[in-house]
T-cell receptor
Framework: KQEVTQIPAALSVPEGENLVLNCSFTDSAIYNLQWFRQDPGKGLTSLLLIQSSQREQTSGRLNASLDKSSGRSTLYIAASQPGDSATYLCAVRGSGNTPLVFGKGTRLSVIA | EADIYQTPRYLVIGTGKKITLECSQTMGHDKMYWYQQDPGMELHLIHYSYGVNSTEKGDLSSESTVSRIRTEHFPLTLESARPSHTSQYLC??????????????FGEGSWLTVV
């Protein structure tokens, strides 16, 4: 059974810092991996999706990498801003159109 | 921006009441999902559907039921609510094929409190 772990569980950084969020998964036979952002009391917003054949995806100040063989993904946030404060979730989809498996998330606070 | 809508957003009901949480999407997605999330905890899949007349149970056992009579609509029903059902319920949808990479879109969530 696929398990997704995110480290750290919570992170507090000063504004302007570059930071890395980590995600690991136990079964490397994945179809894709997706990073989401969740604001308090809200639903999830998709940030980046990486197919199993890709190594990384970029969107603005966000860069996500995927090392499928080692079961790891990182989300890099450059020049963090207070508006980046949220919980960031990693989710993987296995082959055969199986539903996503989510990690518990990393709660990020960016202090002005 | 995702076009997936959930109602009600917030609801407080008494124990034993029947409640239906509504979810609609206007993107024509075949796949729809219901997740349950307690505050600060991970999402748990409770139901999903691959299309009309298709429903499956997820990883987390749930006393709720779902139906998929129309592509755009995926309501979740609790026949007799209990305090243990207090949680946030998130609806989501995605395309069935692989052309879009199966990006999943979420609604804003429904916060249910059973007293």
């Amino acid at each position: 059974k696929q398990e997704v772990t995110q480290i750290p569980a919570a992170l507090s950084v000063p504004e302007g810092e570059n930071l890395v969020l980590n995600c690991s998964f136990t079964d490397s036979a994945i179809y894709n991996l997706q990073w989401f952002r969740q604001d308090p009391g809200k639903g999830l917003t998709s940030l980046l999706l990486i197919q199993s054949s890709q190594r990384e995806q970029t969107s603005g100040r966000l860069n996500a990498s995927l090392d499928k063989s080692s079961g790891r993904s990182t989300l890099y946030i450059a020049a963090s801003q207070p508006g980046d404060s949220a919980t960031y979730l990693c989710a993987v989809r296995g082959s055969g159109n199986t539903p996503l498996v989510f990690g518990k998330g990393t709660r990020l606070s960016v202090i002005a | 921006e995702a076009d997936i809508y959930q109602t009600p957003r917030y609801l407080v009901i008494g124990t034993g009441k029947k409640i239906t949480l509504e979810c609609s999407q206007t993107m024509g997605h075949d796949k729809m999902y219901w997740y349950q999330q307690d505050p600060g905890m991970e999402l748990h899949l409770i139901h999903y559907s691959y299309g009309v007349n298709s429903t499956e149970k997820g990883d987390l056992s749930s006393e709720s039921t779902v139906s998929r009579i129309r592509t755009e609509h995926f309501p979740l029903t609790l026949e007799s609510a209990r305090p243990s059902h207090t949680s946030q319920y998130l609806c989501a949808s995605s395309e069935l094929g692989r052309s879009s990479g199966n990006t999943i879109y979420f609604g804003e969530g429904s916060w249910l409190t059973v007293v």
